[in-house]
């Protein structure tokens, strides 16, 4: 084998073997903390409000050590005290789990605190949330009036022009579409209505 072979075999595998860490690091692997039960409801609305997975949220939130640690020296002198604290097992990735045990070990802070903490940074996104989810719903209210104004526009016209007329077919087209626009609004609403009770 030539040198140049080699060189090529030597850089080949070291960038299979950082592949291969990266997977490793992304694999999926089970956690169990004790959290108060407004962290794990606050975690499961935000990711089903979002559409995003409960672990990609929850990894999202715990690996990145720098934020970690600025988050464990928040919660430094943080007692639990008599909130009731439930066990909840997650699925997150490996690096999660290192990012985790690394920072409650350095700060010397149970790692509990440091995921309670860490969900407690989604707060200002429900209420961002909660405030667009109010604004929808009077928005529904607006389109619904809309829809039927629409309607009887439709009926109207079917009534003075007949339904095979031309501007018949138009009106009709903007009431399907005006219908169609507002069930999805009304789904929207409906997916937000477990943010009502924060």
């Known amino acids: 084998m030539t040198r140049k072979n080699r060189d090529d075999t030597s850089i080949h595998n070291d960038t299979i073997d950082l592949s291969i860490d990266e997977l490793k690091g992304r694999q999926s692997v089970r956690a169990t903390?004790?959290?108060?039960k407004q962290a794990i409801e606050l975690l499961s609305v935000i990711a089903s409000q979002l559409g995003i997975k409960q672990k990609s949220l929850f990894d999202q939130l715990v690996e990145d050590m720098s934020a970690l640690g600025?988050?464990?020296q928040e919660a430094q002198h943080y007692a639990p005290g008599e909130t009731e604290r439930r066990q909840k097992t997650f699925v997150i990735s490996r690096n999660s789990l290192v990012a985790l045990d690394y920072i409650a070990q350095q700060q010397r802070i149970p790692r509990d605190v440091l995921v309670e903490f860490s969900i407690r940074r989604l707060l200002p996104v429900i209420e961002s949330e909660l405030k667009k989810h109010e604004k929808r719903k009077i928005l529904l209210r607006e389109m619904q009036n809309y829809l039927q104004q629409g309607q009887k526009i439709l009926q109207k016209a079917e009534t003075l022009l007949g339904?095979?007329?031309?501007?018949c077919q138009m009106i009709?087209?903007?009431?399907?579409?005006?219908?169609r626009n507002t069930a999805l609004l009304s789904g929207m609403v409906e997916k937000g209505k477990p943010m009502e009770e924060w």
Do not use: G
Not at 163 to 167: A, F, N, S, V
Not at 172 to 179: A, F, K, M, R
């Open 33 to 36: 903390f004790r959290l108060p």
């Open 70 to 72: 600025r988050i464990a």
């Open 163 to 167: 339904r095979d007329d031309q501007l």
């Open 172 to 179: 009709e087209h903007q009431v399907d579409l005006c219908e």
